[in-house]
């Protein structure tokens, strides 16, 4: 299971810090990726981090976002900073498992006024 949090209110310009922990069969997990859906758009790919190997991020969110993870709390976070009101939009993260599986958390809703 995953379960998404850190989502909230804010002013362009501030920080939010999502976090996505798993629960289970985390042994398994060999990709974790954040999306986000912003109202009335389809979903997109965020940021991902391999157990082993490099992050990757979406070019609109590239030098203000950084994922991140500590394995001894089966945690992802997503650290957000110089959020902008495009950044609104329901976060959801989403684990990738070695034998193809695929699993989402729950969203955690984003919303940064102008």
């Known amino acids: 299971q995953l379960q998404a949090s850190g989502g909230g209110l804010v002013q362009a310009g501030e920080s939010l810090r999502l976090s996505c922990a798993a629960s289970g069969s985390i042994s398994s997990i060999i990709f974790t990726a954040w999306y986000r859906q912003a109202p009335g758009k389809q979903r997109e790919s965020v940021a991902g981090?391999?157990?082993?190997?490099?992050?990757t991020y979406a070019t609109s969110v590239k030098g203000r976002f950084t994922i991140s993870r500590d394995n001894a709390k089966s945690t992802v976070y997503l650290q957000m900073n110089s959020l902008k009101p495009e950044d609104t939009g329901v976060y959801y993260c989403k684990v990738q498992r070695r034998d193809g599986g695929e699993n989402w958390g729950q969203g955690t809703l984003v919303t940064v006024s102008s």
């Open positions: 981090i391999q157990n082993i190997g490099p992050t």
